[in-house]
């Protein structure tokens, strides 16, 4: 089962622009993460977040937390280019130690 | 340099074939991963492992095998049983524990001719 769904799914802004996507979840977690991935590549992790925190940031990157609402928000500021892939929540926590993934945003930065 | 190596990259195989698709890391991580992802999809656990010897079904478990008999491969096996195996593969590790990143190989593309 997918814990997460992100939205929107497809996303497309000019170099420059902020871009923001959503993720919703559907029960208690201890973390959530935020992963890329490139076409045709594996994931690369971007941030974590734990369920005690709000906002947390990293270079161009802002994660925020409502734990209440089941939700989180990944902006990345001044996009580039280079930004352009698929980014997914996942979310973490228990004795099982498993990741469950959510169904990703495809982000395109247009030059 | 440290990190996980999936092999082969790509991969036909004809229906009714098994296929082993191999995992390893150098990261000396426990616990190890298998996801499929289908396109425009996100991923879906196969199975995953926390300790050598030892491993649980994921969600999508049925018409796949893993073995863990040492801490650094992980390798899964695509039976005829598997339906639809024609997918991309990623294996992950990560360190034993509640939090933490998870570290991806390549991937591995599957195709059924």
């Known amino acids: 089962s997918q814990q997460g769904e992100e939205d929107p799914q497809a996303l497309s802004i000019q170099e420059g622009e902020n871009a923001t996507m959503n993720c919703s979840y559907k029960t208690s977690i201890n973390n959530l993460q935020w992963y890329r991935q490139n076409s045709g590549r594996g994931l690369v992790h971007l941030i974590l977040i734990r369920s005690n925190e709000r906002e947390k940031h990293s270079g161009r990157l802002r994660v925020t937390l409502d734990t209440s609402k089941k939700s989180s928000s990944l902006l990345i500021t001044a996009s580039r280019a280079a930004d352009t892939a698929s980014y997914f929540c996942?979310?973490?926590?228990?004795?099982?130690?498993?990741?469950?993934f959510g169904t990703g945003t495809l982000l395109a930065v247009q030059p | 340099d440290g990190g996980i190596t999936q092999s082969p990259k790509y991969l036909f195989r004809k229906e009714g074939q098994n296929v082993t698709l191999s995992c390893e890391q150098n990261?000396?991580?426990?616990?190890m991963y298998w996801y499929r992802q289908d396109p425009g999809q996100g991923l879906r656990l196969i199975y995953y492992s926390q300790i050598v010897n030892d491993f649980q079904k994921g969600d999508i478990a049925e018409g796949y095998s893993v073995s863990r008999e040492k801490k650094e491969s992980f390798p899964l096996t695509v039976t005829s049983a598997q339906k639809n195996p024609t997918a991309f593969y990623l294996c992950?590790?990560?360190?034993?524990?509640?939090?933490?990143?998870?570290?991806f190989g390549e991937g591995s593309r599957l195709t059924v001719l």
């Open positions: 992950a590790s990560r360190l034993q524990g509640d939090t933490g990143e998870l570290f």
């Open positions: 996942a979310t973490g926590g228990g004795a099982t130690n498993k990741l469950i």
């Open positions: 990261l000396n991580h426990d616990a």
